[in-house]
Every structure is written in C-alpha cells, then in structure tokens.
C-alpha cells in the first residue's frame, strides 16, 4: 500500500528531500496548528488543571490528586452521572430509531417528498433555547395544547419540566424533535441502495420489511453507526436544553444569573456538562471543572472506541473474513 | 515510541507555560488606592452591568451625572454583561474599569480572588462614612473584612398579598407570624370541586420565584454559620423549623396536586407570574414586583407588609441584597473608577434618581429620607424595612451559590417525602457544604 503523502524520493537526493519535506510541512502545517491549538492545548492544558485547585483569576495551585478524590463523596456528581448515562442510552436509542422510522418513511413516499423532508428537517435549524422554550410551552400542564387534547379524554398529562420522572423524558423529546441533520443523512444513504439490490431480493420473493431488514439496514450500517457515535456524543454533551428545561420548570426561565435553578426538577435534568458548568463558573473551581471534563474526555473516548471497533468486526463478518 | 515519549512531555511542557500565561494574565491588583483624575484628564471609563431595556437606560442616565464632577470623563455603559463575562474579561486583559453585578452569591469569591480590587485604601484615604449604609449591607459588599465592593441600590424582601382574596377568605389583617401564615394560606386556599389547587394561599416550595433559602432565612432566623465559620443547618434550629413549616403546608395541599398546580404557573419575570393571575393569594418578593404590578397587573389590588416572622418578636426583620459595584483587576483607571463607584454609592440626587426609575431601595441614610423619594403605599414597608436594624443581608462564600443549591435540593427531596431523618439529612448538607468550602482553600 503507498501513499503520495508518504512516498519517499530516492537516496543521495538530500535537496530534493529536504524540499519535500518542506513542502509536505507547509500543506500539513494548517491543519497541525489548528489541532496542536485547538484540539491538543486545552486538551493537554485541562489534564493538567485537574491536578490543581484554580479560581479562574491566580494561577492554578497544584493539589495533587484532591479533586479526583472529592468526586468520590461528592453526591451530585453521581446524580449527573447517571442522568447523563441516561441520555447516552435513552436518547442514542431513540434519535437514531426515530431518524432511521422517519427516513425510511419518506424514501418511500410517492408524491410532496420535497415538503415533507424539508418540514422534517426545519425544527434541527431552530435555535435550541427557542426550541426548548416551544416545547415547554407546548406541554405545559394547566392549559397547554398537549394539556387540553388529553383533557378531552379524561386524561392528566405527565407534569414533563417538573416531574423528575417526566423531564428527561420531555427533553429527549425535544431532541428527537430537532433531529433532522440525522433524518437527512439517514434518507441519503437509504436512496444511494443500489436499486438492483431490491430487485435480487425480490424475485427471491422477500416482501417489503424483509427487503428493509436484509438489505436497506445491513447497506446503510456504516452511516447507522455514525449516527449512534453522533448521538453518543450529542448525549454526552447535552447542556443547554437541560438548562433552559430545568429554568423554565422551575419558573425562573427569564431570570438571571445563579438565580437560575440548575437541574430542576431534583437534579433530574443536571447534566454530566450542566454540572461540570456549575463547577467551573458558578462555584469557582476550575481545578475541579477539569477533572470531570478528563473524565467525561475518557468515558466518551472509551465509548467511541468500543463503538469504532464493533463496526469494525460488522464489517469484517460482513465481507467474510477477519481483517478484510 | 522514544519519539512518542518526547512529543508527549512537549506537548505537556507547552501547556504548562501556556497554561501559566493563561492564568497570570489581567494585570495585578493593588492594595494601595490609585489617584483621583485631574480635572483635565481625558480619559474613557467603561462600565459593564447586566441591565438591559429600559433599566439599561435609566442606568445610563445614573452613569452621566457623574459628568457633573468630571465633565472631562467619557462613560462608556455596556449592558447584559453577567459575571461570567466579567470574569472572562479580567483573565482575557479585556477588564472594564467598574464592573456591575446582580449577584451577591459571588461576592465571596470577587474579594477573595482579588478579582475585584480592595476598596479599603480609597475609602479611608476619603474618609468615606461608611456607617451612611445598613450594617446588612454592608456585610453582602465584603468577604471576610476585605471590602471589594460596593452597593447601587438595594433590595428588599418583605409580603405581598391581595387584597380581595384575603378579604375573601375572612382575613382582615396580615398575617405577622408562621403560624398566622399558615393560616390565612390555608383559608385563602380554593379548590376545584375534583380537588385541584385553583388557587393557593402561599405557595411553599422552595426553589419556586423568591422562596430561596437565602431569602427565607432571616424570618425563621435561620443562621449559615456557627462561630467556626462551618455550615449551621443542622445547629440552627431555625432551619428545621422552616423546613417543618414548608412540609406541613405542602402535606395540607398534597405533594402531588401542589406540583401540578405549580408546574401550571407563569415565569417569575413574564405577566403570567403566578401573583399578576390571582393564582396566589400570598408571596414573599423584592420590591421591585411593585413596579411589574403596576404595569403588568394593575387590576391586582394588593399590599405588602413585612413577611411573617417564627417569632412575633423579631416581625419587621427582612432579606436584603442587591447590585454590586467593584473595580475589576486589571482596570485601566481604577482611581477615576473609584469616583465614579464613591459618586454612584454615595451622590444622594443619583442614588434618590435611580431607585425611582427602576424601583429599587436606595442604599445609604441619606438617601432613604430623601424628600425628592417617591415613597407609595406599597413601597413604604421597603423603605421602612430598610431603615430599621433588622434587615439581614446575604450569606458569603467563596464557592458561588453552591451552598444555595444544596439547601434548595435537600428542601425539595423533603417536601416531597423522600427524607425520613430531618436532622441527619441536615447534617449531611452541612457536611456537603463545609467540604466545598474547604475545596475551595478559602
């Protein structure tokens, strides 16, 4: 296997060499930069911060390994854990299921697919406050559109933003509702299935979920499983829909500052990143905040090799041979 | 794998200097008081608040008067800045030269950082009266003696309640303590024929508008600290009472029928606030919701009088916080930041100005008896509850509000029945708090 890239000149051309080493560095140079600043440096900068105590104005004090131990009694880290673990699962599950439901629907649509996708796809481009803020006051108990068409049938709705059952439900809700950019992904690569493929499967007399089950999901694994890393990470990051739920379940969506109820009702919506916030700019303990992002850094790294290395093994099965 | 190795430890040694520089930046603070401008001095002060609209303007015009003394002073007022801002702006270089807070929860951090500077050599270099603002007040501009701030203005807490729905319910005067709170929030309580909440005499959940335990503390005489400086929760007895009070009154409303009445219930700061809608008869609030009734809800007849108290002995008692001001570090004219700072805390014409444009409670004596105060029926018990000795003002500490929340989380679990030990679970918040404090390392 060669690469242009990595292809070196012949022996006792050292000029020739030496520019192409230039060259290959000035090409490469931008991209380095971009990764060594913006990727490596608060990487590498957050690990060390973990190790310090650091108010955000005097330089970080280095205090060992304190803060790593201070997760271990500190009880909202495990609530924020948990609800965010919840998302991993809940939310990867359900955005993915729903993306690839409506996908599959509208690929097989006759006529209006062009409005159907594009009104699909408008919620994911609404501001996420905005979207939030609908949804809230679309499910508000007392009144609200969902409230009253439940009413006609005698039926309370769940108190969504202020049952802590209810409000992680409510804000995947909202997230399944924004999930478009996935609906579109999904949609393109179910109609880049080779048509022939249908038609094999069909004179073998495969009828239509068959032919969906056999050869629309194992084409379109590979952009599935995108689709699960993507949500793993959405999930993994979920904060500013947690935030404004948690505000305006609370009553306080329109106040300001730490007047701000965090992760109402009962922590149930204060997220792995929620907390990590409120460590670091509401409490002042950006020692702290960092240990967690490291954390979070090795969970989610940790999930996207396990998931990275079971596509791998799909493929390989697939294709009929280890390594293939 | 050499290669590896030496990649890694520059990678590291590089975001260790980085890192260094990150956090040195901002300038340095000063213990000693910068000087004063000279009357020709031309020069620019920015001023970062968190106003916005119409208060960002009434502001706006406060900030000019300054021009009456130093005409030769431009000021510059960026509005919507909150303190996550401001702390960006110290550690970026990018420091305004008086910084704006509406929270006090911060404070402790502000003065223990050094990033707000210490006002102390300015304000005995120009013997500044101090004893002019509320000792309460006074206490929530500090930390630990070191003053890095001060007070624009005031808020204070006290009861408001409607008329008619009292009048209604057979209650012809408010009610002065806990028990006669209780009271008049269970008659003045309606329900539908299905036993829904339709309205509520008061409405007790904590976390839910004002009901912070910030605010409600000083009424059940609630202290934060013991002697040592750890958490008193468990100690003050006046916590167990409030916790007591609150989880009578939600079992005589129903855990379950209560939440969903609430969850029903407009924003703190929208017209749909629950007081605006007639859907509470009784509320614990600032006085500033003054103004929003008058123009959200003048059809609401309602007044205020001080919030009930335990113990009848200590009714008149009230919370106050409020805006602060500091110079951040950093600053490029701290000395002229200063006038500016003394002119605002301290100018009776701009403070009396102020608090009757955005109906907040002026901060100093002089102020408060200002003839030029437009003083109502509604906003005398604030002026009233300001100028008495009973005013307690916010607790400080240098870990932001998490104390806040961790009483407000454990108030809701044991409202909702999941606490079966009262004390035990205070003690556990006490100790949630003390080891947060003692992270911290201040």
């Known amino acids: 296997m060669t690469t242009t890239l990595g292809a070196r000149p012949a022996p006792g051309r050292g000029r020739a060499r030496a520019r192409h080493r230039l060259t290959v560095l000035a090409f490469t140079a931008p991209a380095v930069l971009g990764f060594v600043l913006f990727f490596g440096y608060p990487l590498v900068a957050t690990v060390v911060f973990s190790f310090t105590r650091y108010d955000l104005i005097n330089p970080p004090e280095l205090t060992g390994l304190a803060n790593y131990e201070f997760m271990f009694k500190d009880p909202l880290l495990v609530k924020a854990i948990t609800n965010t673990l919840w998302f991993v699962v809940v939310l990867t599950l359900a955005r993915t299921a729903f993306a690839l439901g409506v996908a599959s629907v509208i690929a097989r649509l006759k006529s209006g697919v062009g409005l159907i996708r594009t009104l699909c796809y408008l919620p994911s481009l609404a501001p996420p406050v905005a979207a939030t803020l609908v949804f809230f006051m679309v499910l508000r108990p007392n009144g609200g559109p969902v409230d009253s068409f439940l009413g006609w049938f005698g039926v309370d709705s769940p108190l969504w933003f202020s049952d802590p059952a209810w409000a992680k439900p409510g804000i995947t809700a909202i997230m399944l509702w924004i999930s478009g950019d996935l609906m579109i992904i999904i949609l393109a690569a179910i109609l880049d299935v080779p048509q022939e493929q249908y038609e094999a499967a069909e004179l073998d007399g495969a009828g239509p979920v068959r032919r969906w089950w056999h050869v629309t999901l194992p084409t379109i694994s590979p952009v599935l499983l995108f689709g699960v890393v993507n949500s793993v990470i959405l999930a993994l990051q979920l904060f500013t829909q947690a935030v404004v739920a948690g505000s305006a379940g609370s009553g306080a969506a329109d106040a300001t500052g730490s007047t701000k109820y965090l992760g109402f009702p009962d922590n149930s919506t204060l997220t792995f990143p929620v907390y990590l916030y409120a460590q670091g700019f509401r409490y002042f303990d950006m020692g702290y905040a960092a240990a967690m992002a490291t954390l979070l850094f090795v969970i989610s790294f940790g999930v996207t090799i396990l998931l990275v290395q079971r596509m791998r093994k799909n493929s390989s099965a697939e294709e009929g041979g280890p390594g293939a | ?442």
């Open chain 2, 1 to 442: 794998m050499r290669k590896h190795t030496r990649a890694a430890l520059l990678c590291v040694t590089a975001a260790l200097t980085l890192t260094a520089c990150a956090a040195g930046k901002g300038g340095g603070s000063t213990s000693e008081a910068a000087a004063a401008p000279g009357q020709d001095d031309k020069l620019t002060l920015t001023v970062w608040s968190n106003f916005s609209d119409r208060e960002y303007g009434e502001v706006t015009k406060a900030l000019k008067t300054f021009n009456q003394k130093f005409p030769n002073i431009e000021i510059k007022h960026e509005g919507s800045q909150d303190d996550d801002k401001i702390t960006a702006g110290i550690r970026s270089g990018n420091t305004p030269d008086v910084a704006l807070s509406f929270t006090t929860d911060n404070i402790g951090q502000f003065c223990s950082s050094g990033a707000f500077q210490p006002l102390k050599a300015y304000i005995d270099r120009d013997k500044v009266d101090m004893d002019q603002i509320n000792p309460a007040v006074r206490e929530y501009t500090e930390y630990k003696g070191n003053r890095c701030a001060m007070p624009m203005l005031t808020d204070v807490y006290a009861m408001y309640y409607n008329e008619d729905m009292l009048a209604a319910a057979g209650i012809t005067a408010p009610p002065k303590t806990m028990d006669e709170l209780y009271d008049a929030a269970v008659k003045a309580t309606k329900r539908a024929p299905n036993g829904d909440i339709e309205v509520a005499g008061y409405l007790p959940t904590m976390g839910f508008y004002a009901n912070r335990p910030t605010i409600l503390a000083p009424y059940f005489d609630a202290a934060w600290e013991t002697a040592d400086g750890k958490s008193a929760l468990a100690t003050s007895p006046g916590w167990t009472e409030m916790m007591t009070f609150q989880k009578k009154l939600v079992d005589f409303y129903g855990h379950d029928a209560l939440e969903r009445f609430r969850a029903g219930l407009g924003q703190e700061y929208s017209a749909d606030h629950a007081f605006h809608q007639g859907k509470i008869a009784i509320m614990v609030d600032g006085e500033y919701r003054t103004a929003f009734l008058k123009a959200q809800a003048p059809q609401v007849r309602f007044r205020t009088a001080p919030f009930p108290t335990l113990k009848a002995d200590q009714y008149g008692t009230a919370f106050t916080t409020g805006t602060i001001m500091g110079i951040p570090k950093g600053a490029k004219n701290p000395g002229a930041a200063w006038e500016l700072i003394k002119h605002l805390s301290f100018d009776t014409d701009t403070i009396v100005g102020l608090a009757n444009a955005i109906k907040n409670v002026p901060s100093t004596k002089a102020a408060l008896e200002s003839p030029k105060l437009e003083v109502d029926e509604a906003f005398k018990t604030f002026v009233d509850l300001a100028r008495s000795d009973k005013l307690k003002g916010n607790p400080v500490t240098p870990i932001g509000d998490a104390h806040i929340k961790a009483v407000t989380d454990f108030s809701v679990s044991y409202q909702s029945g999941q606490v079966p030990d009262l004390a035990a679970g205070l003690k556990g918040v006490d100790q949630n708090i003390d080891d947060q404090i003692a992270k911290s390392g201040k």
